[in-house]
T-cell receptor, first 116, second 111 residues
């Protein structure tokens, strides 16, 4: 299967600071990437759809000014959590859709964010 | 109508047994049904997927059964092994837009 990486895998930051998470498709070009958030023992919650070269589409209830998404190239999307608060602590996972039109999505390993 | 309902929430199976996880959906426009396996602290990994034009797909010990009329699909894991212990998510997609996930099933295989 296709490979998607995320960096960092784990980050601890202080309340009020910003954190950037990178998502890369390593062996394919992805015009569309997705950002999810997952709470313990729960399913994946889609936050936004990231399209290369255009603005991200956010799901209802997700603050676009707080979770900034940039998809500057066909292999890289970034999620910046701005002015982080302890309630933003979570497991953030990205995925990338293969360009074949099949709908297949491959997920990154996730980033554990802890805000103190 | 966009929901995918998954059951059971948790499942315990003896080693060598068959694990069965079920999902049901309402949106008949869904045209892609993948299953993902997730280990603690890791991202989900695509296991197997099916489209509604076939009723069954098998890859190794993993089989998807698809019932279009009942709007249900299931994952069967044959000869279940302790290494299969993980959380499994079914999902559905319409026109390669975005995945709608089930609630997840925590599978435990007892040795």
């Amino acid at each position: 299967g296709a490979v998607v990486s995320q960096h960092p895998s784990r980050v601890i930051c202080k309340s009020g600071t910003s954190v950037k998470i990178e998502c890369r498709s390593l062996d394919f070009q992805a015009t569309t990437m997705f950002w999810y958030r997952q709470f313990p023992k729960q399913s994946l919650m889609l936050m936004a759809t990231s399209n290369e070269g255009s603005k991200a589409t956010y799901e209802q209830g997700v603050e676009k000014d707080k979770f900034l998404i940039n998809h500057a190239s066909l292999t890289l999307s970034t999620l910046t959590v701005t002015s982080a608060h302890p309630e933003d602590s979570s497991f953030y996972i990205c995925s990338a859709r293969v360009p074949s039109g099949s709908g297949e999505q491959y997920f990154g390993p996730g980033t554990r964010l802890t805000v103190t | 109508q966009q929901q995918v309902k998954q059951s059971p929430q948790s499942l315990i199976v003896q080693k060598g047994g068959i694990s069965i996880i079920n999902c049901a959906y309402e949106n008949t426009a869904f045209d892609y049904f993948p299953w993902y396996q997730q280990f603690p602290g890791k991202g989900p990994a695509l296991l197997i997927a099916i489209r509604p034009d076939v009723s069954e797909k098998k890859e190794g010990r993993f089989t998807i059964s698809f019932n279009k009329s009942a709007k249900q699909f299931s994952l069967h894991i044959m000869d279940s092994q302790p290494g299969d212990s993980a959380t499994y998510f079914c999902a559905a997609d319409q026109g390669a837009q975005k995945l709608v996930f089930g609630q997840g099933t925590r599978l435990t295989i007892n040795p």
